[in-house]
């Protein structure tokens, strides 16, 4: 089975840089995706790690490393546009890759 | 852009009725999802389809149905409505790439409150 843990919550300044941990129990998968959802609203993709390392897209960065079963989002130059909740997920390579399982999610506030 | 279509934005229901929840994408996406979102558990997947007529369960499936009769379409069905089931239900969709992240794109979700 997988399970993924997060924070559940996180604040931080505008402007600054933030880094949301998950940490995560599995017995296999593809890779390590993260997800945005702003209140009220759809989740939407951010970012996918296949390899361990780090992937940039933008101001988003995401790192994974398997050996240590962990994985962040990092979000620089944080804009209050940034709240939102963070999920990360994996998909497994057994049993079906579309049971694709999330994190419990953080919240991220950024206060100015 | 990919689009998810989720039919019910809010829904009040009463304790026994039968609901239905639809879903349509316009991606041509093999793999169509519903998941629930409650505070504090993350999101959980209920069901899922790889196909036309297929159906897989998922994480917790106990007082579902689901039905994929058209490859854009694809329904939750609440069989007996009961208050453990208020919840927000998101429907999603991806193509079959396991391989590159299986990017999931989800409806802006359907809130249900059973009384």
């Known amino acids: ?112 | 852009d990919v689009k998810v279509t989720q039919s019910s934005r809010y829904l009040v229901k009463r304790t026994g009725e039968k609901v239905f929840l639809e879903c349509v994408q316009d991606m041509d996406h093999e793999n169509m999802f519903w998941y629930r979102q409650d505070p504090g558990l993350g999101l959980r997947l209920i069901y899922f389809s790889y196909d036309v007529k297929m159906k897989e369960k998922g994480d917790i499936p106990e007082g579902y149905s689901v039905s994929r009769e058209k490859k854009e379409r694809f329904s939750l069905i609440l069989e007996s409505a009961s208050t453990n089931q208020t919840s927000m239900y998101l429907c999603a969709s991806s193509f079959g790439r396991p391989y590159s992240g299986n990017t999931i794109y989800f409806g802006e979700g359907s809130w249900l409150t059973v009384v």
């Open chain 1, 1 to 112: 089975g997988q399970s993924l843990e997060q924070p559940s919550e996180v604040t931080a300044v505008e402007g600054a840089i933030v880094q949301i941990n998950c940490t995560y129990q599995t017995s296999g998968f593809y890779g390590l995706s993260w997800y945005q959802q702003h209140d009220g609203g759809a989740p939407t993709f951010l970012s996918y790690n296949a390899l361990d390392g780090l992937e940039e897209t933008g101001r988003f960065s995401s790192f994974l490393s398997r050996s240590d079963s962990y994985g962040y989002l990092l979000l620089q130059e944080l804009q209050m546009k940034d709240s939102a909740s963070y999920f990360c997920a994996v998909s497994p390579n057994s049993g079906g890759y579309q049971k694709v399982t999330f994190g419990t999610g953080t919240k991220l506030q950024v206060i100015p």
